[in-house]
Every structure is written in structure tokens, then in C-alpha cells.
């Protein structure tokens, strides 16, 4: 049978209608199916199976390891199968972390590096393939259209073709809780704002043609297309002033070169909200030294340095913040000719790339005097 794929033997996979309904995971192209004890198959996309919560005892931490553990047995039994010897060096070369969109895998660079695996060729990818409960990797597929479920919203997109930051999951979330029902919005975030913020208007640009299709489909799948207005293009030309209540500025490594298309899509008369995104470089701090005299005082300056170490980067983070809202103001003064004040209402800690450069977000009130 061609279904995409199926739950029906509890424990493992028992679920309700309702809740995969509720996740957005069931597929409509397929009928439930009865069977003669009584239990019922219910058909959900192939390419969330491994996102859905199969084992909800288990911490997220816990999955990933024993995602990670099932993979150095799957290549293990594979190698010995072959007559080949399993060794330390071929252990380390197994990632513990990959990133899934659906039914497609990323793998870092600097893994599965081993001429090894490249000898057994497809074998390999997809025993790789099923222990991670994907149906296919791109080293054996065809398509790279995936699925990727975020906190309720379906985005269905080319991943070969266009970028999706599943990291800013923490600041999705922060947006999630935001209640945006009364205001016009611009920037990045389009679809948390139009779903879970309720915003009562988006207007998304975008300049590749690929995202803007996509964008496109997925506003249609969350049912807020009528809410939404695209641009396909450079934001930097985009022909429009005067309306936006919050400006989502999201490009990393900076998005400064959006301020100024940010300022003067404010609205004038009320002003509004500027989410600026940041990747800070604070100093490099000094580590502590190798070998301590004693264990207690070790411990004491630890836990000092660790303090030490975050006001430091609250200062570093704070002085950035205070240094864009004044070019804030100073680019608001020339667009608008009028005065405006700034107030910085948030500072958001998103990721550690490393430990010295942080991806920050300032929340930036601006209003006109
Ligand atoms: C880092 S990706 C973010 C993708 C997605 N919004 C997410 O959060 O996962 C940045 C997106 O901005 C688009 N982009 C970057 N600069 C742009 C510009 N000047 N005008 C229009 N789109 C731009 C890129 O094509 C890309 O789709």
C-alpha cells in the first residue's frame, strides 16, 4: 500500500485523531483504516513521524542521544556485516547532532568524513535513513521539498532552494506570546506573527522567488493568506511608508542595512516597535587558571567568573543597544524631519554562536515627540 506512512500499534504510537489533527500531521490524502481487532490506522505525513512525540517520557536531550546511540549500532552491524573492524576514530566520525525538515537530514560538515562509508554507498544512507526514521536523505532522494513543523505551523518549502533557521525556535516562541491583534507588522517571523500573535495585517518581503512560492502555500495551509500582503524583491527598495506598528529586523549577522527601510515604514503619527537583530561580539574573558590549590576556592572563583563573565556581556550587549538607539533616532530625525525618542524595552538572548559571539534581539519603542 502507497500510504505515506502509519501509527497503529500502542505503545509506542497511540495517538488521537484530535491530537494529530491538533499538530497538523494528519494526511487527508488517505482514509483511516479499521482493522479486525478494533484499533485504527490513521494516516500522518511521512515526513513528521520523527518529529512527533513517540516517546514522551524521554527529554528531548534523551532523544537525541538515543537517536545518536542507535546510529553507532546501525553503522557497527553494518561494518562487522562486512567483515570490517570498528574502532574509536570511526565512532567519532558519527554526528550527535543533525538538523531534520522533514523527511530530509542535514548533516555538519566534518562527519561521516570516513572513505569508508562513501564504499558502502547506498546501503549505508539508508540504514543511516532508517534509524532516524526519515524515509530518505538527499544522498538517496529525488525531491528536496520537505516539511518542517514549528510550534503548530506547517511550513512546506525547497530546502535546496530556500533557507530555514530552525534555531530561532526561542525567539518564534517569544513572538508566539505576543499579542499583535490590533497592529500591521513587517519583517521577518511572518507566519508566528499571522498565526499565533493574530496579527491583523503582515506585509512579507521577500527577494527569492522560490521563498515567496513557498511563503505563498504555507500562508494558505495556516488559513491567514487574507491577512497577508507579499512583496517579491529587495526590501531596501520597497515603495512603502507610514504604516507598519513593529518592524521584525531578523538578518544576522546584522540588519542594519534594513534601519533605514525599517524608520520610515513606522507609522508616523503612533510609531511603534523595531525587533532588532544582533550578533554581538563581546571581548574575549580570561579563562581561569588550568590548576587551582584548592577545590573550594576552584569552585568560589567559578562561580564568580561565571557572574563576572555575564555582567560583562550585559554591559557589551547594553552599550550596543543604547548605540543603535541613538542611530535610531538620528535616522528617524532625517527621514521623518521630526524629532523621535527611543526607549529599549527588551534585550533578548536568542543563541551562543560561541562563547563570545551572542545573537541578541533589542525590542526598540520608537515615538514621535
Ligand atoms: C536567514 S533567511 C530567514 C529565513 C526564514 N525567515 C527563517 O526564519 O527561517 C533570510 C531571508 O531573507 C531574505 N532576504 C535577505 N535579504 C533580503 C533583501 N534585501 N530583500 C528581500 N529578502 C531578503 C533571504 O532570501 C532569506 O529568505
Excluded at 525531491?143 to 525547497?158: A, G, L, Q
Excluded at 533557507?163 to 525567539?171: K, L, P, R, V, W
Excluded at 554581538?280 to 584548592?294: I, K
Excluded at 547594553?318 to 533616532?329: E, F, G, K, L, V
Amino acid at each position: 500500500c502507497d500510504w505515506a506512512c502509519c501509527i497503529s500499534s500502542p505503545p509506542r504510537g497511540c495517538f488521537s485523531r484530535k491530537y494529530l489533527q491538533s499538530q497538523g500531521v494528519l494526511d487527508h490524502k488517505y482514509c483511516a483504516q479499521k482493522h479486525s481487532d478494533g484499533t485504527v490506522t490513521l494516516p500522518v505525513v511521512a515526513s513528521v513521524l520523527a518529529q512527533l512525540d513517540l516517546a514522551p517520557t524521554l527529554s528531548e536531550k534523551e532523544k537525541v542521544q538515543s537517536f545518536h546511540k542507535r546510529l553507532i549500532e546501525a553503522a557497527q552491524s553494518l561494518l562487522v556485516s562486512k567483515g570490517e573492524t570498528w574502532s574509536e576514530d570511526l565512532e567519532r566520525d558519527i554526528p550527535s547532532r543533525w538538523q531534520c525538515h522533514g523527511d530530509l537530514v542535514l548533516f555538519s560538515e566534518g562527519c561521516f568524513s570516513h572513505a569508508i562509508w562513501k564504499d558502502f554507498g547506498s546501503e549505508f544512507w539508508t540504514a543511516v535513513a532508517l534509524t532516524l526514521g526519515v524515509k530518505l536523505t538527499m544522498l538517496l532522494g529525488d525531491s528536496s521539498y520537505v516539511t518542517h513543523i514549528d510550534n503548530h505551523i506547517r511550513y512546506e518549502f525547497d530546502v535546496a532552494k530556500c533557507m530555514f533557521s530552525s534555531g530561532n525556535i526561542t525567539e518564534k516562541l517569544r513572538i508566539a506570546s505576543f499579542d499583535c491583534s490590533v497592529e500591521t507588522g513587517i519583517g521577518y517571523f511572518t507566519l508566528p506573527y499571522l498565526v499565533h500573535a493574530t496579527a491583523a495585517h503582515v506585509h512579507a518581503c521577500e527577494w527569492n522567488p522560490d521563498a515567496v512560492k513557498a511563503l505563498q502555500r504555507n500562508l494558505q495551509i495556516s488559513g491567514v493568506s487574507h491577512r497577508c500582503t507579499g512583496y517579491q524583491g529587495d526590501n531596501r527598495q520597497l515603495p512603502l511608508s507610514d504604516l507598519a506598528d513593529r518592524v521584525n529586523l531578523g538578518l544576522i549577522p546584522s540588519s542594519e542595512e534594513g534601519w533605514p527601510v525599517a524608520c520610515r515604514l513606522l507609522k508616523r503619527d503612533t510609531g511603534g516597535i523595531l525587533h532588532i537583530h544582533q550578533n554581538v561580539t563581546t571581548p574575549l574573558h580570561h579563562e581561569p587558571p588550568e590548576h587551582s590549590s584548592a577545590i573550594d576556592v576552584e569552585k568560589g572563583s567559578s562561580i564568580k567568573e561565571c557572574s563576572l563573565r555575564i555582567q560583562r556581556d550585559m554591559q557589551v550587549w547594553t552599550a550596543w543597544a543604547s548605540d543603535t538607539a541613538r542611530h535610531i533616532c538620528t535616522l528617524l530625525l532625517d527621514i521623518t524631519g521630526s524629532k523621535w525618542k527611543t526607549n529599549i524595552k527588551h534585550i533578548e538572548h536568542v543563541k551562543t554562536y560561541t562563547p563570545h559571539i551572542i545573537h541578541v534581539v533589542l525590542d526598540l519603542e520608537c515615538k514621535p515627540f
